[in-house]
């Protein structure tokens, strides 16, 4: 199955403090984990935030991919790779760091006003 980006599906870490992607590289289910991970690294992606601490901890002991996001502002992502595409958690994390975006801005404009 060949991995496919949606041409909208960049990613921004600007409202990300760190990312910590853990994973058996011999088990089947960690393909979309693995292509999530690959997204972070794209130079747009990395540039965003210099400072985002991303992480990989490859493991030999059969457990499941897991995606630990942590936000600027505290709040946590954790993804469970393995019955998810890279497409859904792409989704998700774009969803998430659009909305803390969005807040970020809305309280910017509210302390300039």
């Not at 990300?16 to 960690?30: A, H, Q, W």
């Not at 859904?88 to 998430?96: A, P, V, Y």
Request: charged letters at 25%; glycine letters at 4%.
């Amino acid at each position: 199955m060949a991995f496919i980006l949606p041409k909208k599906a960049g990613v921004s870490l600007k409202q990300v403090k760190s990312v910590l992607v853990s994973f058996c590289p011999f088990e089947s289910n960690v393909e979309s984990t693995r292509h999530f991970l690959q997204c972070l690294f794209v130079k747009k992606a990395y540039t965003s935030n210099i400072n985002c601490n991303v992480k990989t901890d490859v493991k030999h002991d059969g457990s499941e991919p897991v995606i630990d996001i942590t936000f600027a502002d505290g709040d946590r992502l954790i993804m469970k790779g393995a019955n998810l595409t890279a497409n859904e958690m792409l989704k998700e994390f774009n969803c998430r760091c659009q909305a803390k975006e969005n807040m970020a801005e809305q309280k910017f404009e509210k302390k300039n006003a």
